[in-house]
Structure formats: C-alpha cells, structure tokens
C-alpha cells in the first residue's frame, strides 16, 4: 500500500603481466621509492586505481616502475582476493540491491543486480557494478539483428548474464567485475537478471524506475528498488509520449499485472491481473485501457523488474 500512495502522488517524476609474489594483503614497504619521479610514478598510479599506498608501491616494484603493468597486476591481484572472497561467502541471501535502467536509441535495459545490505546498496562502488552490468547487456542487445517490422524481447538469468564481455573493448567477463566488487565491498552479491527491448519505427518503449537515483558518471542510467517497461504501438510521434510511457510504467509497478489483456476485457474478477483492465493506478475510477484508448497508442507488452523478488514472478521471464 506504501508503494501505491507513493506512487499516486508521484507525477513528476588489460595489457602485459608481472609475475605474482605473495598475496597483496600482506605486502610490506621496502626501500623502492628513492626518487622525486617514482614518487610521481606512485601517486598516478594511487589516483588512476584508487588502491592503498602500500598496494600500490608493491605493484611498481614488481614491474619495475611500468605503470601500465602495475595498474594491470593491481586489477589482477583484487580480482583473485575477490574471488576468494566470493567462495567464502557464496551462500549468503542477497535480497538487497538496485535496479538499473539504460536507454540507448532504440533500444532499452532492464538490470537487477543484487547484495545482502541496503548499506552497500547506496555504495558508490556497487552502484558502479550496476551499470558495469547494464552497459554489457547494452552492448549484447545492440549486437542483435533488428525487427524490421515489430519490437524484440528477451531476458539473461544469472548464468548468462555473468558471461556476458564487460567494456567496448570485451576483455574479460562481468563475472571478473562482480568478483572485483565482492573483494572491494564484502559482500555476496549475485548478477540476478536483465531484460532487453529493441523497437522499430512505429513502437515505443515507456519507462519508470520507483525510488529513483541517477548513476553519478553516466547520466543516462537510472537506479532505483523497482522498474518498468512498457512497448507501445503508435501512429505518430507525439510531444507527450516520453510523459504517457512513464505513466504506464508507474502503472505496471505499482498493479503488478501479469499480462496486458485487451480493451474488450471486463473490470473485476480474473482480469485484475491483466493490465488494461485495471483500475489506473492514478485515478482509479477508469480502467488503464480507458485512459490509454484515446492517446493514440497500444499497448502490446511489458516488463516489470522489483529487487528481491523470488518465485514465480522472479523466474517467468
């Protein structure tokens, strides 16, 4: 009920290698640094990674000063600590976590990915995971042949997701980035699902994230507990369309249908499930089909994305 009040009152809304001496947790300080230069070489290469002093110092003495080499050996070392990580704490419930959505031209995403604490949830660095994730799925579903004539649809579960290259130069996987997380945070974490729409002319896809929080370096990525698509058929483009997509979509999370129907379906019974014969989440004395009916556009499909969801409605897609 929380999340229908809400909702009804939001209408705004890697190169080269170095051999690997002894774990990086345990380096200790040597007598490497003796010039103004390398002390240079060791803060560029603090602020590039973001890794400790100590760590740091430890990668340019084993690659002899190279930055690019002791950058790559850094990634190297967190990604193997990561992994020990994950299998000691694979198991744990991950019911916490963000849903990212990322639209690109004619195509859009729809990400989940999953922690054990709403405190890591609002980390920085997990959220950094999250749109690792979203860009790869971008970049897997630009790679499809387009429809010409009608919109395409599809869905990764975990397994396929993790596999999936990471970056737009497709070095390693985003389960590597999903280790690196884990190593960095602490926590289990689980890549969950994502879901994929590409449209042609004549189509549009409808969006809205509930509890909405915008990725801070990619503007155009969106976070948030719940998310929606919705791909709708037009006659025309029309000014009000990015506004009538977002409604639809708060209708989709706030109703959790679990299909669309069609106009000529009854309100009440068996039909609450199905979209356009509910009552409109923002005003509920007409059914979504009546208040879609005279915008010019239909309504052909949906997903819906809530974070931690299990059962049915978490494996259906």
């Known amino acids: 009920m929380l999340l ?16 690997s001496p002894q774990p990086w947790h345990t380096f200790h300080a040597g007598h490497w640094l003796s010039s103004a230069s390398r002390k240079d070489l060791l803060m560029k290469l603090r602020r590039k990674t973001g890794y400790s002093f100590v760590n740091c ?28 990580k994950a299998a000691k704490l694979h198991g744990r419930k991950t019911k916490e976590g963000l849903i990212g959505l990322l639209q ?43 429809q010409l004539s009608t919109y395409s649809k599809g869905f990764l579960n975990s397994s396929e997701l993790s596999e999936l290259p990471f970056g737009p130069e497709r070095k390693g996987s985003l389960k590597d980035q999903l280790a690196l ?45 719940y998310g929606a698509l919705v791909i709708c058929e037009i006659s025309e483009w029309k000014a009000n369309l990015e506004e009538l997509g977002r409604r639809l ?14 106009l000529d379906d009854e309100p009440g019974g068996e039909t609450e499930t199905k979209m356009l014969s509910q009552p409109y989440l923002l005003d509920p004395s007409i059914t979504l089909g009546q208040y879609v009916q005279p915008q010019g556009v239909s309504v052909v499909d949906f997903v819906r994305f809530e974070c931690g969801e299990e059962g049915e409605a978490a494996e259906a897609e």
């Open 181 to 225: 997380a884990i190593g960095k945070l602490g926590e289990n974490m689980t890549l969950k699902r994502a879901a994929w729409v590409k449209v042609p002319n004549g189509f549009y896809v409808g969006s809205y994230v509930h509890g909405t929080m915008h990725s801070p370096s990619l503007h155009n990525l969106v976070l948030g507990k």
């Open 249 to 262: 979509g708060q209708h989709v999370v706030g109703m959790a249908p679990l299909s669309v129907g069609s």
């Open 104 to 146: 690109e031209g004619n195509s859009t995403v729809l990400v989940e990915v999953n922690c054990e604490t709403d405190f890591v949830a609002r980390n920085l660095k997990f959220q950094q995971l999250v749109q690792q994730v979203a860009l790869g799925t971008m970049l897997h579903c630009q790679s499809l042949k387009d």
């Open 57 to 84: 110092k430890k990668a340019l003495e084993t690659c002899g000063g190279d930055l690019r080499q002791a950058e790559s050996w850094l990634h190297e070392q967190a990604q193997k600590e990561g992994w020990g």
């Open 4 to 19: 229908l009040r809400s909702l009804r009152h939001c209408l705004v809304a890697r190169t080269g290698s170095c051999p």
